[in-house]
């Protein structure tokens, strides 16, 4: 669509408001599957978030924001729901990402061979960013599979270039990380509030590491700690203009730092 065109707020704005009424409608409808009983709230809840997130592909398209096509597929060995990515035109670059989440997650699960007999995994799947040809998957994990220690929250997140086909790390979204690593460590505690700091000044993160992935607000980052030092590993949303300067100059990062702005 052409947002110059005089009117064109006016009628999408019009439209978003007919939107709002026929979602909320729609999922009282759904409620009355369990009307005045303890799920109707949270059927009407669901709803309204599933009919929201269809709702934002559907502005990005009109406005033109490329959008990536992707739906969500269980893994036949691990069960955890997984994107699969469908990329007109590139095929070799849609296999090869679909390849790699498909080994990523099949690891989700516990050894079943392992000794031992109280073994639980959990995984949390969900895609925060799916623009711009880029694809960020965010993948929280927890459970015991025997050892010293359960896992606690770890952060298994991935995202990938779909112009290269690439998974990048987080270090290839910086221009040079070893030289700014401080600065990056300061982005980050900057992002973070005080309370979540308390405790936690003497360690410093940029020594080891972050996993990420992206969101419309900024890069969403958290330290790699070691079990130690897990209760200061607090995830934070750090703007993309705090550190654009910083970035590669031909990286995602900073495709979508401009992009932002």
């Known amino acids: 669509a052409d947002l110059s065109y005089d009117g064109w707020f006016d ?19 759904e409620g009355f599957e369990a009307h005045r009983g303890t799920m109707e709230g949270m059927i009407v809840a669901f709803c309204k978030a599933r009919l929201t997130r269809d709702r934002i592909d559907e502005l990005l398209e009109l ?44 690891d989700l699960m516990c050894d079943p061979d392992a000794p031992g007999e109280e073994r639980e995994y ?36 991935v995202t990938y270039d779909l ?12 221009e040079d990380y070893e030289r700014d690593a401080t600065k990056i460590g300061a982005a980050y505690r900057a992002s973070v509030s005080p309370e979540d700091l308390e405790g936690c000044d003497d360690i410093a993160p940029e020594e080891y ?30 703007p993309y203009e705090r550190v654009r300067e910083l970035a590669a100059k031909d990286g995602i990062l900073m495709r979508l730092a401009d992009a932002a702005r």
């Open 163 to 174: 112009v290269t086909g690439r998974l990048i790390g987080f270090r290839e979204l910086f």
């Open 63 to 106: 406005i033109g924001v490329a959008i990536v096509d992707y739906r969500m597929v269980p893994h036949p060995l691990s069960g955890v729901a997984l994107p699969r990515v469908t990329l007109p035109g590139r095929p070799e670059i849609e296999r090869a990402i679909n390849a790699s989440l498909e080994a990523h997650v099949a």
């Open 122 to 157: 959990n995984a949390h799947v969900e895609v925060p960013y799916a623009l711009d040809d880029v694809l960020s998957v965010s993948i929280l994990a927890s459970g015991f599979c025997g050892g010293a220690h359960p896992i606690v929250g770890a952060n298994l997140s």
């Open 11 to 29: 009628a999408a704005l019009e439209g978003q408001r007919g939107w709002l009424a026929y979602r909320d409608g729609h999922c009282t409808a």
């Open 209 to 238: 590491g972050f996993n990420y992935t992206f969101s419309p607000q900024g890069v969403v980052i958290q330290p790699s700690f070691p079990h130690a030092f897990v209760a200061c590993a607090h995830q934070a949303t750090v």
